[in-house]
């Protein structure tokens, strides 16, 4: 048995039919359709239209994302002028601090405290 994939209903074996059943069933589908394109346009008449407004604040934070996103993360100055002081013999390194950041880091990522 053949069924009707689009109906879901098993299918009829098509027959011929007469002019006249053929123009009936097109005068049949152009009000159909005709229907189906006025409930559409009244649907749409009346159908509201979605909107959404941000706060102020949410545009703020928009913008920050963007310009974080577009941001390379890297102070550029700041890594120049550190450069210039190793070159030219002026950076100082506080041991005490480093050892300090060096175990809290180990500790952390071992998760020993």
């Known amino acids: 048995m ?17 002019k006249t059943e053929q123009q009936n069933l ?12 006025q409930q559409v346009t009244t649907g749409s ?7 959404v407004s941000l706060t102020s604040q949410a545009q ?3 913008k920050a994302a963007d310009k974080a996103k577009n941001s390379s993360g890297i102070d550029q100055e700041k890594v120049d002028r550190i450069k210039q002081d190793i070159a030219d013999g002026k950076y ?7 050892a300090r950041r060096i175990v809290q880091f180990e500790s952390d990522f071992f998760g020993k405290k």
């Open 92 to 98: 100082k390194i506080n041991i005490e601090q480093l």
């Open 45 to 51: 008449a009346t159908q509201k239209q979605d909107s």
């Open 60 to 62: 703020q934070f928009s």
């Open 2 to 18: 053949a069924i009707n994939v689009n109906t879901g209903l098993p299918a009829t074996p098509q027959v011929k039919a007469d």
């Open 26 to 37: 097109q005068k049949q589908q152009v009000v159909q359709q005709q229907a189906t394109q």
